[in-house]
């Protein structure tokens, strides 16, 4: 990977997978009550448990990217400062 994605590409893989979260969460909810419907208890248990799982943990993916967004998107701000305070500080070298 030789390029660092920007920040809005990550807010949209953070949006993704939070969308994922929940569409995993509702299918492991809508499966495991047709198991339970059918009689097999031990599998609806297993899908909700599964679903539940799954979301949660893409969820903290969500949180994650969206977290190391905003510090990208500060890291260039910053850089952006410093590029700044380094022109100006030449310019003053320049003008002694």
Not at 33 to 46: E, F, H, R, S
Not at 79 to 91: C, D, M, P, V, Y
């Amino acid at each position: 990977m030789d390029e660092i994605p920007s920040p809005r590409d990550l807010r949209g893989v953070a949006t993704i997978s939070q969308a994922l979260a929940y569409l995993i969460g509702v299918g492991g909810i809508v499966a495991g009550g047709l198991m339970q419907n059918d009689g097999n208890t031990g599998l609806a248990a297993v899908l909700w448990l599964s679903g539940f799982g799954l979301g949660a943990l893409l969820t903290v993916v969500a949180f994650a990217v969206r977290a190391l967004g905003a510090a990208l998107a500060r890291l260039e701000h910053l850089e952006g400062e410093i590029s700044l305070l380094t022109r100006a500080r030449a310019a003053e070298r320049w003008d002694r």
